[in-house]
């Protein structure tokens, strides 16, 4: 019904920048909140970035806050996530979800029920 896929992972070096982008298909994109989330070695997937199904509303976790920006463009069922001054703390396997249901929560895995397989992103020296 609805398939996900990441691109724009590397590597980069501290204060360096990367895009990812998140290809949607299915015809449904442009109504569901969306997420991205990130999993860095040996631990849980983790809450990053959130945009409402309009757009009218972004959540950034604390950690990425002025530093990452999230956006979509629903007519070529597209979503971004523009990173700045990476720092090496930001290593991880990145993933786009899609929401079960709009709402006000975003930051449990647990409440989106469609997800890409990943894209890697290293910073180091």
């Known amino acids: 019904q609805v398939q996900l896929e990441e691109s724009g992972g590397g590597w980069a070096q501290p204060g360096g920048s990367l895009k990812l982008s998140c290809v949607a298909s299915g015809r449904f994109f442009g109504t569901s909140d969306m997420a991205w989330f990130r999993q860095a070695p040996g631990k849980e997937r983790k809450f990053v970035s959130a945009?409402?199904?309009?757009?009218?509303?972004?959540y950034y976790d604390e950690s990425v806050r002025g530093r990452f920006y999230i956006s979509r463009y629903n007519d070529i069922n597209t979503m971004y996530l523009d990173m700045e001054s990476l720092r090496p703390e930001d290593t991880g396997v990145y993933y786009c979800?899609?929401?079960?249901?709009?709402?006000?929560?975003?930051?449990?895995?647990?409440?989106?029920?469609?997800w890409g397989q990943g894209t890697q992103v290293t910073v180091s020296s």
């Open positions: 979800a899609r929401k079960k249901y709009n709402g006000n929560w975003f930051e449990g895995d647990d409440e989106y029920d469609y």
């Open positions: 945009v409402t199904w309009n757009s009218d509303a972004k």
